[in-house]
């Protein structure tokens, strides 16, 4: 499950002191605050900026090139549905587009209710119990147009 | 107690195998039964998980693909004592996908507790650590070096050179970095030794340190692999425990520590430079060389960079002696390769075995053929950068010369196989957005050329001039191979290409110039 909480620059803090003792503290740092957060914000930014006597332009720089970090919210949860080659053989596509319908959204879209965030992923490493999906941090293999309705439910609740 | 091996890896995980941990352990407690339940690693024959064992007078009895919901039923059938069952498979020893393999880097994967020190070192663990730390340096560096042991991330660079320079760089301090990213598609091996044998990688990373003088370990461990991230963390934290791991690795007067590091979903830190980036805190894009990784690594220090199963693979190669694994393989590929298997393939999951199988045996004998049970057509090797291979490839020997001399790549040694429904022309597609989603933009052969590609073969699938079109990718495919900073660019031709020259009747049957060099 993804939290929205609101941003609380005192926690804020206490996940860049648990971890800015490491070497190279900045994307631990990141995934900290997005895993308490939900996204890594501007004001996340700006703290963690100036926390690491970086720039926020560095920061900016890379939260923005990895996948996994998000500037804005998400829905309550992430489903990240994979594309890559071994799911594309085992029928992927025809599941991802089921999913799709079932959902009413397209890849990289929120359902209106905020509750769903579709995502494509490549790859799981279950290329041989393909096609495969992960659910915030649940994963799920041999994926079928009959599993899909339960998935959706399961991630709508 | 009689054990009942559950397992623990993702494979088993992804189809309800914790679910299925449960009702046993609830069962067990309900009827007061004298079971054991232990989480293990995967066997490899994924198509068979959840694959669930159990201790009898007779040997392990396995019984597979188990679904939730079964276990009650199960337990009454007498499984618990190896009974007769729809889903007895029998002892995995003697099952012929398991039988066909020379299990050397995976030999406990899926046999021990995983987690469980004693059971490591009760089969064979820490064994080559102790010789290391026995032997000295310079000749483990020897011993990894007559092995003939190439790094398996994909360059296939000889691992006793890489590890000889980082020994006589000079540096404040050394790296060993595990690269666990595994983001080639069609790959697991790193994720299911890291989840059925992780102090296999921990003994691994400690004899790199042994011979190199480095103190300091890392995993870069790939976020998309949880179940890994949570095994690999616990494992070393016990490693530390047991004195395996810190100030005095074994009691010796060797220091070193590990710290697993998540990635964080970009494909490229796969790449070692970028990774070393990454790992540093920055954007992972690819560094320019010189200077080498061993030369000038993580923070500018001698780095040690090499692939989990690369590393894993050295405590047997310590223990067992450098000749042993010589004498297995072929040409300049020795010792043995975990195939990975996947995609529309009847028996996919890992077959690990000396260098040199053709890829037919692979495919069609030991994978079945496809799951669908239609003809295959054409099998992708090495990930999304490695070529596509026809039928009348098959007699291709697994082994890197053999491959490059077709045009293709062993990679990490996935495979995955697709079946004659494929349209090569939409995988052509594919391998051009794929780059283009995942390059670091650092140089415009790949920025640029991946999204041409991209939309240059989009026409051509929409029938719009597909002769000329065909051409332009063809150049493009040229400016990228050879004009790219790495291989993310430099490969992404391999499949396209392959796609092009192999299969030319997916593309609007227009005669191919390629197809006819
Ligand atoms: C785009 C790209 C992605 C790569 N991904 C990986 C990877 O996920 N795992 C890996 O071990 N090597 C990967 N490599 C290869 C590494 O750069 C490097 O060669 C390897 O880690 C060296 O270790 P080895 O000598 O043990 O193979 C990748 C290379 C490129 C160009
Ligand atoms: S080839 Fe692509 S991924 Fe590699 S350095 Fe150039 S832009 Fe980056
Ligand atoms: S390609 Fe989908 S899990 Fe590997």
Redesign the pocket.
């Known amino acids: 499950m993804v939290f929205q909480a609101r941003y609380d620059e005192a926690e804020a803090a206490e996940i860049i002191g648990e971890h800015r003792h490491l070497e190279g503290p900045l994307l631990p740092i990141l995934h900290g605050i997005q895993e308490r957060f939900g996204h890594v914000s501007e004001e996340a930014v700006r703290q963690v900026a100036a926390a690491l006597n970086l720039t926020r332009a560095e920061v900016h720089g890379v939260v923005t090139f990895y996948h996994d970090f998000r500037k804005a919210p998400a829905g309550r949860h992430v489903l990240k549905v994979c594309r890559a080659e071994a799911c594309q053989a085992a029928g992927g596509d025809a599941i991802a587009g089921a999913i799709e319908t079932a959902l009413g959204v397209k890849f990289g879209e929120t359902t209106p209710d905020g509750q769903v965030t579709l995502e494509a992923v490549y790859c799981l490493g279950l290329c041989a119990t393909a096609p495969s999906a992960m659910l915030d941090r649940r994963i799920v293999g041999r994926l079928s147009e009959a599993k899909i309705g339960a998935l959706v439910e399961e991630a709508r609740l | 107690m009689t054990k009942l091996f559950i397992p623990l890896d993702s494979f088993a995980v992804a189809c309800g195998a914790d679910t299925i941990a449960e009702e046993f352990k609830r069962l067990v407690a309900d009827r007061k039964l004298s079971i054991e339940i232990v989480r293990n690693g995967s066997r490899g024959m994924a198509w068979l998980e959840p694959m669930i064992e159990v201790e009898t007078p007779d040997g392990r009895i396995a019984y597979g693909p188990i679904e939730p919901g079964e276990a009650e039923t199960l337990v009454d059938a007498g499984v618990l004592s190896g009974a007769g069952h729809e889903k007895r498979i029998g002892k995995v020893e003697e099952h012929p996908f398991f039988r066909a393999q020379t299990r050397h880097t995976f030999k406990r994967c899926g046999i021990t507790d995983p987690l469980s020190l004693d059971d490591y070192k009760a089969h064979g663990g820490l064994k080559g650590l102790e010789r290391a730390i026995g032997i000295g340096a310079e000749t483990v560096i020897a011993e990894v070096t007559d092995s003939g042991l190439r790094g398996r991330g994909g360059a296939g660079f000889p691992t006793g050179i890489k590890w000889k320079t980082v020994a006589e760089a000079k540096g404040a301090r050394k790296y060993i970095v595990a690269n666990a990213d595994e983001g080639d598609s069609g790959t697991f091996a790193d994720r299911m030794i890291m989840e059925g044998d992780p102090y296999c990688l921990i003994e691994g990373m400690a004899i790199a340190g042994v011979a190199t003088g480095a103190t300091k370990g890392y995993i870069y461990l790939r976020s998309e692999y949880p179940v890994a991230i949570d095994v690999m963390r616990e494992a070393i934290s016990r490693a530390h425990q047991a004195g395996v791991l810190g100030a005095s690795v074994l009691g010796s007067a060797h220091v070193f520590d590990i710290e697993v590091r998540v990635g964080a979903g970009a494909y490229?830190c796969g790449?070692e430079t970028?990774l070393l980036d990454s790992l540093e805190g920055k954007r992972g894009?690819?560094r320019f060389k010189p200077p080498l990784p061993a030369i000038q690594g993580l923070f500018g220090m001698p780095t040690v960079i090499n692939n989990v199963i690369t590393l894993a693979s050295t405590p047997e190669i310590l223990s067992a002696g450098a000749a042993a694994y010589k004498d297995m393989g072929m040409g300049r590929s020795r010792g043995t390769i975990p195939i990975q298997l996947g995609g529309n393939v009847r028996h996919g999951g890992l077959f690990e075995a000396p260098f040199g199988m053709t890829l037919g045996e692979i495919v069609n004998e030991i994978g079945g053929g496809t799951a669908s049970g239609r003809p295959v057509r054409a099998v992708q090797v090495g990930g999304p950068l490695g070529a596509y291979f026809p039928v009348s490839l098959f007699d291709t020997p697994f082994d890197y010369e053999a491959f490059a001399a077709k045009d293709g790549l062993i990679g990490h040694a996935g495979i995955v196989v697709f079946d004659d429904t494929v349209d090569m022309m939409a995988q052509a597609k594919f391998a051009f957005e794929f780059?283009a989603i995942?390059?670091?933009?650092?140089?415009t052969?790949?920025?640029v050329g991946a999204v041409r590609g991209y939309e240059t073969v989009k026409k051509i699938i929409d029938g719009e001039h597909p002769a000329e079109n065909l051409v332009l990718v063809e150049d493009l495919c040229n400016t990228m191979k050879f004009g790219?900073?790495?291989?993310?660019?430099?490969f992404t031709p391999y499949p396209v290409m392959s796609a092009i020259r192999h299969f030319p009747e997916d593309f609007h049957g227009e005669p191919m110039r390629v197809a006819a060099e």
């Not at chain 2, 995942?438 to 140089?443: L, M, N, P």
């Not at chain 2, 900073?485 to 430099?490: D, E, H, N, R, S």
């Open positions: 490229v790449e970028s894009q690819v780059c995942e390059s670091c933009g650092k140089c052969p790949c920025r790219s900073l790495c291989a993310l660019g430099g």
